[in-house]
């Protein structure tokens, strides 16, 4: 499954994935382009209004909304920046309403509480965060529409509350209207679905960089106090404790520390910014600190080091 950034991607599934729900991969046959999606619409919005237990989230191939269908409320709880969560008889009705996502593209062009989302213009329902299970996903997919207004269902769709049977029945619908599917269990626990999105090449390719990053970081302090050990040696030898000097070198680089890891966020943000969408502030000010901090620490471990080697020279002395 996808995902966006920020700390929600550590502590939640996207979509709030269980390891009962069910995944689908809808698909119109080669030879069969889709002409009139509006048989299979009718039937399948036909027997989930029967069932109104079952959740469904549609995850188009194309396009930048996602759809809904979730009589239940198993997403009612999700939190929103503003207007209120889809009514239950919504699901069941064609009316054009949407939900928009913090800070996105879409919501900067709200008029009048109306979006132009997919080439249609849709009420605006409500504005969720960026902390939702529905903005965790690398598609970026960054609206929610009702799934009656769906105009095509080549996809992927999420199924919760739904027994095995009803699912069967579901697919069926589309295998008669010449779709290929596919149906699998979401059985994969936090732990795991976290291993596989780090093993994705752009993601691996991102966390060695970091990795590598604070290396060399960890490397050049080394040297930079490497080069002052005499200076060391000479404070310690008159009775310099390791913390007074610890201090005063913090002291001495806080200034470039604190100035680079400022520079670096604001710039960061600008392309993040650029790219996609804004990134909340409270996730900016969380990298800044953590560089700080990451850096400090870093600091601190090459100048013990540093210190154990003057301690044995002084010694030696």
């Known amino acids: 499954m996808q995902m966006y950034y920020g700390y929600a991607f550590f502590t939640k599934q996207p979509f709030n994935i269980q390891p009962s729900d069910l995944e689908l991969n809808i698909h119109k046959s080669a030879g069969n382009p889709s002409i009139d999606a509006i048989p299979e619409k ?23 909304s996602l759809y809904l269908y979730d009589p239940s409320g198993a997403f009612a709880s999700e939190p929103l920046e503003r207007g209120n969560y889809f009514n239950n008889s919504d699901f069941k009705s064609e009316s054009s309403q949407v939900m928009v996502k913090e800070n996105s593209i879409v919501s900067k062009l709200v008029k009048e509480n109306n979006v132009l989302i997919d080439g249609e213009y849709k009420f605006l329902r ?30 992927q769709y999420i199924l919760k ?40 090449p752009v ?13 060399s970081n960890l490397i050049s302090y080394h040297f930079l106090l490497f080069k002052r050990k005499r200076e060391f040696l000479i404070h310690t030898l008159y009775g310099a404790s390791f913390s007074k000097l610890a201090l005063r070198l913090f002291k001495h680089l806080s200034t470039f520390i604190i100035g680079g890891a400022l520079l670096g966020t ?11 969408t804004r990134p909340p502030w409270h996730l900016i000010g969380s990298s800044f600190l953590i560089h700080v901090v990451l850096s400090f620490v870093l600091l601190l471990l090459a100048f013990s080091k540093q210190k154990t080697r003057e301690r044995a020279w002084s010694v030696m002395l």
């Not at 399948?44 to 930048?64: Q, W």
């Not at 604001?266 to 996609?276: C, D, F, N, V, Y």
């Open 266 to 276: 604001l710039l960061g943000s600008a392309l993040i910014t650029l790219s996609s």
């Open 126 to 155: 409500a504005v969720y965060s960026t902390t939702s299970a529905f903005a965790i996903n690398q598609n970026q997919y960054d609206s929610v529409s009702l799934l009656a207004n769906a105009q095509e269902f080549n996809g």
């Open 161 to 200: 509350n739904v027994p095995k049977k009803d699912a069967h029945y579901f697919l069926n619908i589309f295998n008669r209207y010449n779709y290929e599917t596919e149906l699998r269990l979401s059985r994969l626990s936090n732990k795991d679905w976290i291993r596989s999105y780090i093993l994705q």
């Open 203 to 215: 993601v691996l390719s991102m966390v060695l960089g970091i990795v590598f990053i604070y290396f």
């Open 42 to 64: 009718k039937e399948l919005m036909a027997f989930l209004n029967e069932n109104p237990r079952i959740t469904v989230l549609f995850l188009p191939d194309s396009g930048r």
